[in-house]
């Protein structure tokens, strides 16, 4: 499969994931992920830093227990052997990072061509390669990339920012022999067993008035009042 299908799809599973967990405008800041990606780079250097690594062949041979017909077998299965063999290594922040852009790619439905963010992606990888020092190098120069993502910019310039931003972390996970959309996947199906973080609304007590992180109408405080 070309790689801008996959990644096509990727953008698409991203798409249905906001809408999904039903996320509104303002609590999907597209500010918001631009600096979650940059810092999951972040996050990334410092895992390779301390050589946190993915044991991929331990987390494929723990596949093979997984009854596939009960999902609710399958999602105890991922919330348990992911955090254990994959979660928080190099490899997960990379793809992390990754899901992040597509995420912003998402957001911006109808507004960007897709076609043309995969153009952009595939002419950069297809072009000569930068030459890496270190992996801290190769982290700042995607870091960079993604940075220079402008939310009030546009159309096209944003889409070319985005191919670019999406090729370089690519191009980290060449650097580094990681093969970044299978890690991609399977950070996309842990997220999908985790259940959806809404930030709770502070409200005030009309009886005590006291502000607390109220459910209902009820202050825990004073519900016995």
Not at 25 to 39: D, F, M, P, T, W
Not at 42 to 70: D, P, R, W
Not at 117 to 146: C, D, R
Not at 200 to 225: I, S
Request: proline residues 4%; positive net charge.
């Amino acid at each position: 499969m070309a790689k801008s299908t996959r990644l096509t799809q990727f953008i698409h599973n991203a798409y249905i994931r906001v809408k999904s967990k039903d996320f509104k405008e303002e609590e999907h800041c597209q500010y918001h992920n631009i600096l979650r990606a940059s810092s999951d780079l972040g996050k990334a250097a410092e895992a390779a830093n301390l050589n946190k690594k993915a044991y991929i062949k331990h987390y494929i041979n723990s596949l093979t227990l997984v009854n596939f017909v009960n999902p609710e077998t399958f999602n105890f299965h991922i919330q348990t052997f992911y955090p254990i063999f994959i979660k928080d290594t190099f490899e997960d922040k990379l793809a992390s990072s990754f899901l992040w852009i597509c995420d912003w790619i998402s957001n911006n439905e109808g507004k960007l061509m897709i076609s043309t963010i995969g153009y952009v992606y595939e002419k950069n990888l297809a072009g000569k390669q930068p030459t890496f020092k270190s992996i801290e190098h190769a982290l700042v120069y995607a870091e960079k990339k993604v940075l220079a993502l402008d939310p009030e910019g546009p159309g096209t310039t944003r889409e070319y920012q985005a191919g670019a931003a999406l090729a370089a972390i690519m191009q980290v996970a060449n650097y580094k022999g990681v093969d970044l959309f299978l890690h991609a996947g399977w950070r996309l199906a842990f997220n999908r067993t985790r259940p959806v973080d809404r930030p709770k609304k502070t409200m005030q007590c009309w009886y005590c008035e006291d502000k607390l992180y109220v459910d209902g109408k009820t202050c825990p405080k004073c519900m016995d009042n």
